[in-house]
Every structure is written in C-alpha cells, then in structure tokens.
C-alpha cells in the first residue's frame, strides 16, 4: 500500500506532524514522498486518516495498492521495514544496557522502584514497537530478552520458571530426536545455530523453517532464535551461546565462534572479535546469493566448519 503525497512549506510543525505519524504507524520511505506499508484492511485504514489530515492541511496525497515490477522487489521492500524497526529494537536494547548498569549499582529501594517503572515503559514501547514489525525484524529478540532480564532481577518472586518457561533446563538428550523450528529467512545466528544442531547435537536433525509471528509450536517441536522460543535470545546472550550451554557444550573452539557470531548478531562489539567483520560480509553474501534457508544453511556450514578448525588449531 502506498502513499504518495506532497506537503505544503508550511508551516514547518505540519511536515513534523505527518513524520511523526508515518513513524507511529510504521510507514518506510520508498521515495521522499511516497511511503508504503503492507496492504491489508489496517493499513489501508491508517493511510486514509493520513491522507484525510494531509488534505485537510493543505497538502495533497492519494492511496494505493501497488505491485513492485521494477526498481524495488518485494525482499528490498521488506528489508526496509525491517531495518527500521531493527533500529527501534536497537534503541530500546541500549536504553535497557543502560538501567541494567544503573542496577548494578542501585543501592536503595527509591533507585530499584524508578529503574522499575522505566522498565514497564521501555515494555510499552516494546509492544508497541512490535505492533508495527510486519515482517519479525530479528533485532525484537535482543530487545526482548534485555527487558525480559531486567524484569527477572527486579522481581522479588523466587521462582521464575513459570513466567518465563523458556528458561525450563534442557538436557543434550532432550535435544536429540527432536524437530527444531525457526524463522523463515535466516541470518548469522541461525545458521550458526542450525550447524552446531547437525554437527554436534543431533546429525539426523529436521528444521523447519516458519513465519515467525504467532506461530505455535507442534508436539515434539523445539523454537529457536524466535520471540517466546524454547532456545533464544537471554539477557545480552545470542541464541548460539545459549544454545552451547543448553547442551552443556563447553569446547573452546565453539566458544569463540559463539563470541563471532554474538559481535554480529547484536552489533554491541562485546567481545570485540576481529574475524566478526569478514565473517559477516560472508554471511551477508551467502544471504544475497541464496534465497532459500536451507541453501543458506547449506551454504553457510563450510564458513563454521572452517572456523572451527581454525580455532583447534590455534589452540593446538
């Protein structure tokens, strides 16, 4: 769906006013003056108000449904929806880094009590956020799990599990004969994870690959790097160290790539990896070449087998 528009120079608050909107509505600039969103009802819904304000402020716009021929394909156009939720995730997951240092050295209730109601509105800007994330912008997990922490060591409940069940231990042999399930489109943490599945957990693994908003898991299944999964993102922790220790794997070797993959992953240079830049301009290009996740899989389980040899070598 598509908004063309075009903006009266003033006044100047007006201009801001439509950005904020298109911002709160989750529209992304395909060009200065055209904006898009999937098209459904909602949306449809949400352009025509826009549109209604434009009119009424002077300005002139029209709505439409378009089918991309040329110039931006439909992968281009979710890309851009997704980087720009990935930056509203990014933010919220500084700003939750950021109370959790203040945590750290809270020493009275008065500090603990305003840490928590900043924590239940960084929560609301998460829901809301994710209200807007049509395609499951990978950056909502990190953000998630941040939050999700902040929470646990804020509550004075000893037991958590039932809050949270995607922290339940898992044995390495509750890992075997199981169908692991992820999200369509997958990236460095995924993949990565995907090979240390075959590799060192189960050789005989099913993957399935599915949408990742309001999917519901079969019996049997086990998520992984997904929004409420059984394996994912905890605390600063990528989906690929958790799932390491999940299965009580403690080899130097992956432990390094895990640092790799957790420095691409969410880009917060924790542990300052040199190799994580060219390894993710590898990955970046196994994506832009294979279209399909297990070609990405495929594709990508040579790039780990190397660096793990390397890393056993370096030790060795």
Same mark, same amino acid.
């Given at each position: ?14 201009? =801001? ?37 434009? =009119? ?9 449904? $378009? ?52 924590? #239940? ?63 369509? #489109? ?23 690959? =599915?949408?990742?908003? #309001?999917?519901?898991?079969?019996? #049997? ?47 917060? $240079? ?47």
């Amino acid at each position: 769906m598509l908004l063309i528009h075009q903006l009266p120079s003033k006044p100047a608050y007006f201009r =801001v006013k439509v950005w904020r909107r298109l911002q709160r509505i989750g529209a992304v600039a395909v060009k200065s003056t055209v904006y898009a969103l999937p098209a459904n009802a909602e949306t449809q819904e949400d352009f025509e108000w826009l549109l209604k304000e434009i =009119v009424e402020g002077g300005g002139e716009a029209m709505v439409c449904e $378009a089918r991309l021929i040329d110039g931006l394909s439909d992968a281009q156009a979710h890309a851009l929806f997704d980087a720009a939720r990935d930056e509203d995730y990014e933010t919220i997951a500084d700003e939750a880094r950021t109370l959790s240092a203040r945590l750290e050295a809270a020493a009275s209730a008065e500090e603990r009590a305003e840490i928590r109601t900043q924590v #239940g509105r960084l929560r609301k800007r998460l829901a809301d956020i994710a209200t807007i994330d049509f395609f499951g912008a990978t950056g909502r997990l990190s953000a998630e799990s941040l939050i999700a922490e902040l929470e646990s060591r804020l509550t004075e409940e000893m037991d958590m599990a039932d809050e949270h069940p995607r922290t339940t231990p898992l044995t390495a042999a509750d890992l075997k004969g199981r169908i692991w399930v992820t999200r369509k #489109g997958v990236h460095v943490d995924r993949i990565a994870c995907s090979w240390l599945i075959r590799r060192f957990i189960d050789p005989d693994a099913a993957i399935r690959f =599915v949408p990742g908003k #309001g999917y519901v898991p079969n019996s #049997g299944e086990l998520r992984f790097d997904m929004f409420e999964g059984e394996i994912t993102h905890e605390g600063d922790r990528c989906s690929f160290e958790v799932l390491l220790t999940r299965a009580g794997i403690t080899d130097p070797a992956l432990q390094a790539i895990a640092e790799i993959v957790h420095d691409i992953d969410l880009k917060d $240079a924790k542990f300052g990896r040199e190799e994580a830049t060219g390894i993710a301009s590898l990955i970046a290009g196994i994506c832009a070449a294979n279209p399909q996740d297990e070609q990405r899989i495929a594709q990508g389980g040579p790039v780990f087998d190397n660096l793990y040899q390397y890393f056993r070598a370096k030790r060795g």
